[in-house]
């Protein structure tokens, strides 16, 4: 092995730990390292349930564009009868 292809595979291997260690939740402190266990983020499951909620109204909407006319006619004259 050359010293550029030692290099490399060294290179290589710190960037695969680092990888690895900022997934699985391994920060280093001033002597050691530390585990720090991830809890359910609130801000996610808001995201979550907003992206939800958009996959219902895409899901309305395609069908309401893929529908023929005449259906979409007669959800028209049933929401005007709501009214």
Known sequence: MNPFEMVAAIVAITA????LRAKYGVVRRDKGEEFIARGPDPEAE????????LKERVAVLERLATDSSTALDREFDKLRERD
Request: glycine share 8%.
């Open 16 to 19: 695969i730990a680092s990888v």
């Open 46 to 53: 808001r995201l979550r349930a907003e992206v939800k909620g």
